[in-house]
């Protein structure tokens, strides 16, 4: 890893603050250093610090709660080796249209990326609230209830974060003493719980001088589960579906019946809700105009039949379908639906030269062919 507040990507003009990465480097690490340097890097949305900083979260699009005032993941500097084992630099003045498909469009989809050059930012105070109590469906739809009818707003006043059914965790780069003011109704509720004596309830405001030290703190209480045998579905939730009273009810019911089909449905506050699109990057555009993130899981066994596992497969299809009805075609490339009935509208960018002319930019192998693979974007006939 490197730091250089005078970066210039080769053969470009403009001088930028940045972080370069090698491939194998992870989140946990990558936070420590940015922390040492005094600087921040877009950050990955979960409680793994073993998240790839350069690797298929990153080419996937890249998500955090720090999205909806930072971007996504994907405006970056890489540096490749490509299918056919030529180095490659791709940045936005070289190897462009390359440099396009890297950013959004699935991790190595269109090369091995060896490095990765991030922009980074002045350190940030981060605003957080948490919200933890015992697993209690009645109290989880009043609090999804509140957060879904304040969402739009919470957005514009610079709010990220994600809620299982027993917590939500907000963070928020952009206020200082407004922050418990723009989230009165959420700590009304909390303070409730709180003089009823709610079992296991936690109730934090507080503030972290920096998001490597709020991050250092999330994953000591927070641990994220890995190595579990899984299948995963996610949805994009569009601001369309916020726009009336009765489309939050619609909302919120479909988000409880989604869980209550598949138990562990994660809602993530992570999309560049209030960041306007470059226009230059390969990630489906509806991250812009979304509000939230939805993935649902459904695990087996170790010693799950074949049978079994493409069953849990069609559960978390089956149980995304509360969301799908209600929703506009969308969804996270690194999370899809094995069953996506939609998968070119729901992953495609439409930007100019987005991935429908996936041919056009997918480099060739020495042979003459190139990669293919079933449910591709633009490729109907892969396999």
Same mark, same amino acid.
């Given at each position: 890893?490197?730091?250089?507040?005078?970066? !210039?990507?080769?053969?470009?003009?403009?001088? @930028?603050?940045?972080?370069?990465?090698? #491939?194998?480097?992870?989140?946990?690490? #990558?936070?420590?250093?940015?922390?040492?340097?005094?600087? !921040?890097?877009?950050?990955?949305?979960?409680?793994?610090? +073993?998240?790839?900083?350069?690797?298929?979260?990153?080419?996937?699009?890249? @998500?955090?709660?720090?999205?909806? !005032?930072?971007?996504?993941?994907?405006?970056?500097?890489?540096?490749?080796?490509?299918?056919?084992?030529?180095?490659?630099? +791709?940045?936005?003045?070289?190897?462009?249209?390359?440099?396009?498909?890297?950013?959004?469009?699935?991790?190595?989809?269109?090369?091995?990326?060896?490095?990765?050059?991030?922009?980074?930012?002045?350190?940030?105070?981060v605003q957080t609230f948490i919200l933890q109590f015992s697993l209690n469906r009645t109290l989880t739809q009043e609090m999804w209830s509140i957060m879904v009818n304040n969402s739009l707003q919470w957005a514009e006043d610079g709010w990220g974060g994600l809620s299982m059914a027993p917590v939500?965790?907000?963070?928020?780069?952009?206020?200082?003493?407004?922050?418990?003011?723009?989230?009165?109704?959420?700590?009304?509720?909390?303070?409730?719980?709180?003089?009823?004596?709610?079992?296991?309830?936690?109730?934090?405001?507080?503030?972290?001088?920096?998001?490597?030290?709020?991050?250092?703190?999330?994953?000591?209480?927070?641990?994220?589960?890995?190595?579990?045998?899984?299948?995963?579905?996610?949805?994009?939730?569009?601001?369309?579906?916020?726009?009336?009273?009765?489309?939050?009810?619609?909302?919120?019911?479909?988000?409880? +019946?989604?869980?209550? %089909?598949?138990?562990?449905?994660?809602?993530?506050?992570? !999309?560049?809700?209030?960041?306007?699109?470059?226009?230059?990057?390969?990630?489906?555009?509806?991250?812009?105009?979304?509000?939230?993130?939805?993935?649902?899981?459904?695990?087996?066994?170790?010693?799950?039949?074949?049978? &079994?596992?493409? +069953?849990?497969?069609?559960?978390?299809?089956?149980?995304? &379908?509360?969301?799908?009805?209600?929703?506009?075609?969308?969804?996270?490339?690194?999370?899809?639906?094995?069953?996506?009935?939609? @998968?070119?509208?729901?992953?495609?960018?439409?930007?100019? @030269?987005?991935?429908?002319?996936?041919?056009?930019?997918?480099?060739?192998?020495?042979?003459? %062919?190139?990669?293919?693979?079933?449910?591709?974007?633009?490729?109907?006939?892969? #396999?």
């Amino acid at each position: 890893m490197s730091y250089d507040s005078q970066f !210039t990507p080769e053969d470009c003009t403009g001088v @930028h603050s940045a972080m370069t990465v090698g #491939a194998g480097v992870q989140w946990g690490e #990558a936070y420590l250093f940015a922390e040492k340097n005094n600087i !921040t890097v877009r950050a990955h949305s979960g409680s793994d610090k +073993a998240v790839g900083a350069a690797g298929g979260w990153l080419q996937g699009g890249g @998500h955090s709660p720090l999205s909806n !005032t930072m971007g996504l993941g994907v405006d970056r500097v890489y540096k490749v080796v490509t299918p056919d084992g030529k180095y490659r630099v +791709a940045n936005e003045c070289q190897n462009k249209d390359l440099f396009f498909a890297l950013r959004g469009g699935g991790g190595g989809t269109f090369g091995v990326v060896t490095e990765a050059t991030i922009l980074a930012s002045p350190p940030v105070v981060v605003q957080t609230f948490i919200l933890q109590f015992s697993l209690n469906r009645t109290l989880t739809q009043e609090m999804w209830s509140i957060m879904v009818n304040n969402s739009l707003q919470w957005a514009e006043d610079g709010w990220g974060g994600l809620s299982m059914a027993p917590v939500i965790v907000m963070v928020n780069p952009k206020l200082s003493k407004d922050a418990a003011r723009s989230l009165s109704s959420l700590i009304a509720f909390g303070e409730r719980l709180q003089s009823m004596g709610v079992p296991g309830l936690k109730l934090i405001l507080t503030e972290f001088p920096s998001w490597g030290t709020f991050f250092d703190a999330f994953t000591r209480d927070f641990v994220a589960t890995v190595g579990t045998s899984l299948a995963l579905t996610s949805r994009l939730i569009s601001k369309s579906n916020f726009a009336t009273p009765d489309k939050k009810k619609e909302l919120t019911a479909g988000l409880l +019946a989604t869980d209550a %089909g598949t138990p562990g449905l994660i809602i993530l506050m992570t !999309t560049p809700a209030s960041v306007p699109s470059s226009g230059k990057t390969s990630v489906t555009e509806a991250w812009r105009s979304s509000l939230y993130h939805v993935t649902t899981i459904t695990p087996w066994s170790w010693n799950a039949t074949k049978e &079994e596992k493409s +069953a849990r497969y069609k559960d978390a299809s089956a149980s995304m &379908e509360h969301l799908r009805r209600i929703t506009p075609d969308a969804a996270y490339l690194n999370e899809a639906d094995t069953y996506e009935p939609n @998968h070119e509208g729901d992953h495609l960018n439409t930007n100019g @030269h987005g991935l429908r002319t996936e041919a056009e930019i997918l480099i060739q192998l020495p042979s003459g %062919g190139h990669i293919t693979q079933s449910y591709c974007v633009s490729n109907e006939n892969s #396999a």
